[in-house]
T-cell receptor
């Protein structure tokens, strides 16, 4: 069985500060990992994904995430926060040979940016 | 530009009413999904469909049904709405047999049941 845990339901950082959103996964097979972002009153859109190629994955809007198998983590980072980054972020996991329905989402982390 | 369109952004219904939520995608995707989003619970899968007239239950199918008569359209039906179905409903689509493929989401339908 697969699962994903996002630590911290709400994170607040100052504009220009480092953004770190935490995601830990559990999987008995090599995982595929995703970060999605949801801006207010919108659906989710893909930020980035890990699919067993490079462990450091770069996404849109300056975000990146590093797959660490030893720590079962896939934390999302951005060096310098911008006001437009305020949104809810979801980590998700699936696996090879899994049915399309088996995409497991975390509970989400709301990111607030202080001026 | 790829698009998943949910017909109603906001709905207010009364307990016991039948509710239809419509979703249309223009990407020729085989797989379509209905999720429910609640604060602190993330996204939970209600139903998904991998082809026309084909459907599978997700994690929380009770109280819901679905219909997929055409490839581009996937409807979620609440046969008799209840207050605990007040939520945000998200439709998504994905290309078949691509485990690394991303989900494309609609903007959501916020349903309030009084």
């Amino acid at each position: 069985a697969q699962s994903v845990t996002q630590l911290g339901s709400h994170v607040s950082v100052s504009e220009g500060a480092l953004v770190l959103l935490r995601c830990n996964y559990s999987s008995s097979v090599p995982p595929y990992l995703f970060w999605y972002v949801q801006y207010p009153n919108q659906g989710l859109q893909l930020l980035l994904k890990y699919t067993s190629a490079a462990t450091l994955v770069k996404g849109i809007n300056g975000f990146e995430a590093e797959f660490k198998k030893s720590e079962t983590s896939f934390h999302l980072t951005k060096p310098s926060a911008h006001m437009s980054d305020a949104a809810e972020y979801f980590c998700a996991v699936s696996g090879p040979y899994s049915s399309a329905s088996k995409i497991i989402f975390g509970s989400g982390t709301r990111l607030s940016i202080r001026p | 530009d790829v698009k998943v369109t949910q017909s109603s952004r906001y709905l207010v219904k009364r307990t016991g009413e039948k509710v239809f939520l419509e979703c249309v995608q223009d990407m020729d995707h085989e797989n379509m999904f209905w999720y429910r989003q609640d604060p602190g619970l993330g996204l939970r899968l209600i139903y998904f469909s991998y082809d026309v007239k084909m459907k599978e239950k997700g994690d929380i199918p009770e109280g819901y049904s679905v219909s997929r008569e055409k490839k581009e359209r996937f409807s979620l039906i609440l046969e008799s709405a209840s207050t605990n179905q007040t939520s945000m409903y998200l439709c998504a689509s994905r290309i078949r047999d691509k485990e690394t493929g991303e989900l494309f989401f609609g903007e959501g339908s916020r349903l309030t049941v009084l």
